[in-house]
């Protein structure tokens, strides 16, 4: 059985004292783990003091992207390996606007899904999808191939344990959220391309996501889709009432 998993991305957002009272408002509020995971990604600057004030608060925390490489000379780059150290269980890879903004293709996003299970760090994979994508002949063929060269050389017992994020652009901070078919769609999509390349004991236990304007409102019925697993929220996630009715969504 897989365990529904809520996550906020903050993206660059908040300031390092408005995240440590994000924790303090959420601290005992969150739901028991075995029913929803919850997960906040942030800023490697705000890292230190968020696993500070979690404690052993039952939420994750997870970092928005890491480097392919352990250590050496990159500059302004952030280490898998010192995310581990500090405490960081997650990372999230691949996100669209890193795609768009910072160059990233699937070949470094597949090194960095690498790094990510040699530093022990759990990746949650976002597999992107345009417009024009959406509207083109070969959408399927595109997704598909996002989620095959980001698993590239992944071993079964690995892939497994991935989290991916099926985030479509057009949908993301826009408030045009996909309808709760398309969500499903594409989260079918991305299970059944897992399934292809390991079979459906390793599909079966991949939790998909979806992400792209979710809200309170249109939480329940994405939710219930038989694929998605979860949710990736942005702006959803930035203010502790809004994320705590996401993580609770399933406990009602
Ligand atoms: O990682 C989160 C997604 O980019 C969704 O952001 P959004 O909920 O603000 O549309």
């Given at each position: 059985m897989r365990i529904p998993f809520v996550a906020g991305n903050w993206k660059m957002n908040l300031s390092?004292?408005?995240?440590?009272?994000?924790?303090?408002?959420?601290?005992?509020?969150l739901p028991d783990p075995k029913i929803t995971e919850t997960c906040i990604a942030a800023s490697p600057l705000f890292l230190e003091s968020m696993i500070k004030e979690n404690g052993d608060s039952p939420?994750?925390?997870?970092?928005?992207?890491?480097?392919y490489e352990d250590e050496g000379a990159y500059t302004g780059e952030t280490s898998p390996?010192?995310?581990?150290?500090m405490g960081v269980t997650h990372v999230i890879i691949g996100h669209s606007e890193r795609r768009k903004y910072f160059n990233e293709t699937d070949d470094i996003i597949n090194k960095k899904?690498?790094?990510?299970?040699?530093?022990?760090?759990?990746?949650?994979?976002c597999c992107d999808e345009t417009m024009s994508r959406?509207?083109?002949?070969?959408?399927?063929?595109w997704v598909v191939s996002q989620?095959?060269?980001?698993?590239?050389?992944?071993?079964?017992?690995?892939?497994?344990?991935?989290?991916?994020?099926?985030?479509?652009?057009?949908?993301i901070g826009s408030g045009k959220t996909a309808s709760s078919d398309e969500a499903e769609e594409g989260c079918y999509l991305i299970r059944q391309t897992i399934s292809d390349l390991y079979g459906d004991d390793v599909s079966d236990q991949v939790r998909v996501l979806y992400g792209g304007s979710v809200n309170d409102d249109?939480?329940?019925?994405?939710?219930?889709?038989?694929?998605?697993?979860?949710?990736?929220?942005?702006?959803?996630?930035l203010?502790?009432?809004?994320?705590?009715?996401?993580?609770?969504?399933?406990?009602?």
């Open positions: 390092v004292a408005e995240a440590v009272k994000f924790l303090q408002d959420i601290k005992g509020k939420l994750i925390i997870s970092a928005e992207n890491c480097f390996k010192a995310l581990s150290e899904v690498h790094a990510a299970f040699r530093n022990h760090l759990t990746p949650i994979i959406r509207e083109s002949a070969d959408r399927i063929s989620v095959t060269n980001a698993l590239k050389s992944v071993t079964p017992t690995q892939a497994e344990k991935v989290i991916v994020a099926y985030e479509p652009s057009w949908a249109n939480a329940d019925d994405i939710l219930a889709q038989t694929d998605i697993d979860g949710v990736l929220a942005g702006g959803a996630s203010k502790p009432d809004s994320f705590l009715k996401l993580a609770n969504f399933l406990q009602k």
